[in-house]
């Protein structure tokens, strides 16, 4: 994944605020990122513009060496689902359905695969994270810690490449901070490109490279 001068304006009561400026950077696979900064400093804008949510103003990203630019939205959507896991502080599990049905939700858009491997595929995921006995367990039902692995264990579903995590930790307690950094880390470790944007000073124990955000620059 390579970001090529993206800058990001928003417009607000008629005036262009600049939130990243001529950013360029290359993400590498086997590795762990966080990124940090002051609040409102462009960290989510950024993880936005890995994720294929929204555009950048000027500038370009590269995923596999392909201009996004230059693909439509029915493609974006594609590569997104294929490529990029997305793990959020606030869980965005759905309520109503059990753990293994939350994580299911992203192989319904698979079509590689069977309707019939689902099930098995999203237990085998929640086994790996240490959620073998919350398979058939209500959101509700869960600790926030153990909500935030059936999160990663969603995220996981499709086996992208890419895991982007956004203040994955900021409901947790300590002890469960620990254990997804720790998680997060195992899956750069198998891997996988992944990279955290977070408040928490810990991320630094098992980041492969710190970032951070200032005046709309990345700066490692």
Known sequence: MRLENVTKFFNKKQENIKVL????????MKKMYAITGHSGSGKTTLINILGLIEPP???????DNQDVSQINDYEISKLRS?????????YYL???????ENVIVPLILNEKIKRQDRKEIA?????KFGLENR????????SGGECQRVAIARAMANNPDIILADEPTGNLDEKNEVLIFEEL????QEGKCVIVVSHSNKVKNYADVLLTIEGGRLNE
């Open 57 to 63: 103003t000027s500038g370009k990203l590269f995923i």
């Open 123 to 127: 237990i085998n995921l929640l086994k």
């Open 185 to 188: 880390k195992k899956l750069s």
């Open 135 to 142: 398979v058939n367990h209500f959101p509700k039902e869960l």
């Open 94 to 100: 759905d309520e109503n359905l059990k753990a293994y």
């Open 21 to 28: 400026d001529h950013v360029t950077y290359q993400f590498e």
């Open 82 to 90: 294929k490529k990029i896991g997305f793990i959020f502080q606030n």
